[in-house]
């Protein structure tokens, strides 16, 4: 078990980490990283923080990276890996998310970094600060959630969207394992600016690499 502690800032409200794990403790899954417990501690006053914040703690599932670390090894050292490889982290990701999608709940942020692994070869899908469920009140979202270059055209439109922009995000972790690189990366010049990026992806299914 290891411990995670959150940040919260303007994009990490508690809000979020609440939901987070209200999530990942009531949805335990083959391939979802288990959270054992929560908690909050305030360190005490010393002379370098006489008024220090409260920290908010989440007991995890021990894991030994992610998907994004692998890729940037292999580039870095040249390494192929094979096609077995790819389909393995991709089953396992997409047993995850359809996991989720029983439940209702949108990841909405699927992308390599979220999908870790372990010592015993384990896949499993992390990080829920974004997911939300979907109620019968409630069944489609609108508001602008995820990483840029992994986020569907209807998500970066504020359009209606419910579970399928996570199949969307999944494609493009599938694209990125395959070729090692995220899509779009390639264009020149690449846009320096989030509105950008985001119409960029509007344009629709990214081009393949002719291999």
């Not at 992610?66 to 077995?84: A, Q």
């Not at 070869?121 to 992390?126: F, R």
């Not at 950008?196 to 344009?203: Q, V």
Request: charged residues 25%.
């Amino acid at each position: 078990m290891i411990g995670k502690m959150i940040h919260l800032t303007g994009e990490v409200t508690q809000e979020m980490v609440a939901n987070e794990i209200s999530i990942m403790m009531m949805n335990q899954g083959q391939d979802i990283i288990e959270c054992y417990d929560s908690l909050e501690h305030t360190p005490k006053p010393s002379p370098k923080e006489p008024h220090p914040k409260k920290q908010l703690w989440m007991m995890m599932e021990p894991m030994s990276g992610d998907m994004e670390k692998v890729i940037n090894h292999c580039n870095d050292t040249n390494y192929e890996y094979g096609e077995d490889f790819i389909s393995y982290v991709c089953y396992r990701t997409i047993q995850g998310i359809n996991f989720l999608h029983k439940q209702k709940i949108v990841h909405r942020d699927i992308k390599s970094d979220n999908i870790l692994y372990n010592y015993k070869g384990e896949i499993k899908l992390a990080d829920f600060g974004f997911a939300v469920t979907l109620t019968e009140e409630k069944n489609m979202h609108n508001d602008v959630m995820g990483t840029l270059l992994y986020m569907a055209p209807e998500l970066c439109s504020g359009e209606n969207y419910a579970l399928s922009v996570d199949i969307w995000s999944f494609g493009i972790m599938c694209l990125e394992l395959a070729f090692k690189r995220r899509p779009h990366e390639d264009v020149v010049p690449f846009p320096d600016e989030p509105l950008k990026i985001l119409e960029l992806i509007k344009k629709g299914t990214p081009k393949l690499d002719k291999k």
